[in-house]
Nanobody, 113 residues
Framework: QVQLVESGGGLVQAGGSLRLSCVAS??????MGWYRQAPGKQRELVAD???????KYADSVKGRFTISRDNAKNTVYLQMNSLSPEDTAVYFC?????????WGQGIQVTVSS
């Protein structure tokens, strides 16, 4: 079973930037994505990227976040710029393996005003 490990979260001031990384335990051929869940809210898709590099973004992050992928390193990144307090959430990396969803443990991103 593939495992996903996120890193790069933390506390940042509004307007700042963070870069999240997610390393998979083996090569991933499926789409990889970043989701987030804020307190009291449902988990939502932030962005995803196919193995070939086709991307999709939530409207709330378009123009501020960039998802990228290094297939040789089994890694997907999320560059987050112009962060606002509304971006505060636990961010999860996710993919599909053998028909099943696979999730990382989640990493906290906190944006102070």
């Amino acid at each position: 079973q593939v495992q996903l490990v996120e890193s790069g979260g933390g506390l940042v001031q509004a307007g700042g930037s963070l870069r999240l990384s997610c390393v998979a335990s083996r090569n991933i051929f499926s789409t990889m994505g970043w989701y987030r869940q804020a307190p009291g809210k449902q988990r939502e898709l932030v962005a995803d990227i196919t193995r070939g590099g086709i991307t999709k973004y939530a409207d709330s992050v378009k123009g501020r976040f960039t998802i990228s992928r290094d297939n040789a390193k089994n890694t997907v990144y999320l560059q987050m710029n112009s962060l606002s307090p509304e971006d505060t959430a636990v961010y999860f990396c996710a993919t599909e393996s053998g028909g099943l969803g696979v999730w990382g443990q989640g990493i906290q991103v906190t944006v102070s005003s």
